[in-house]
């Protein structure tokens, strides 16, 4: 996995969740999406803590990630609780997951930049 596609496959979460604030049809599930080691970028980082562990850098990315998935997963809990969650509040500039992903994305970039490779997984 290339840094640009861990980039783009994180940020893909932003649509999920869109869609599922228009479209609440329980086909994500909080306690599954709080999980922060179940997404390509979650595996990536449990498989490469031994390669790039002692990086401070990703240090913050395994923090923010958690971060994330817990912000993701409060957006769907909200959802589900039926209360009315518009979209700017659950997902714009000011939302804990916004900031939560903007981190995620800031620490993938330190990390290609200190590890001036292009590629994450050499498997």
């Given at each position: 996995?290339?840094?640009d596609?861990?980039?783009?496959?994180?940020?893909?979460?932003?649509?999920?969740?869109?869609s599922?604030?228009?479209?609440?049809?329980?086909?994500?599930?909080?306690?599954?999406?709080?999980?922060?080691?179940?997404?390509?970028?979650?595996?990536w980082?449990?498989?490469?803590?031994?390669?790039?562990?002692?990086?401070?850098?990703?240090?913050?990315?395994?923090?923010?990630?958690?971060?994330?998935?817990?912000?993701?997963?409060?957006?769907?809990?909200?959802?589900?609780?039926?209360?009315?969650?518009?979209?700017?509040?659950?997902?714009?500039?000011?939302?804990?997951?916004?900031?939560?992903?903007?981190?995620?994305?800031?620490?993938?970039?330190?990390?290609?930049?200190?590890?001036?490779?292009?590629?994450?997984?050499?498997?």
């Amino acid at each position: 996995m290339d840094f640009d596609h861990a980039i783009a496959a994180h940020s893909s979460w932003k649509q999920k969740l869109r869609s599922y604030l228009a479209k609440p049809d329980h086909s994500l599930k909080a306690a599954d999406v709080e999980r922060s080691d179940k997404c390509d970028l979650g595996k990536w980082i449990v498989e490469e803590t031994t390669r790039y562990g002692k990086m401070p850098e990703f240090q913050t990315l395994r923090s923010a990630h958690e971060r994330f998935h817990k912000a993701a997963a409060g957006v769907i809990r909200h959802v589900d609780s039926g209360q009315n969650v518009t979209e700017e509040v659950a997902l714009g500039g000011k939302s804990e997951f916004s900031s939560a992903s903007s981190s995620v994305v800031s620490a993938i970039m330190a990390i290609k930049a200190k590890a001036g490779k292009q590629v994450l997984v050499t498997k």
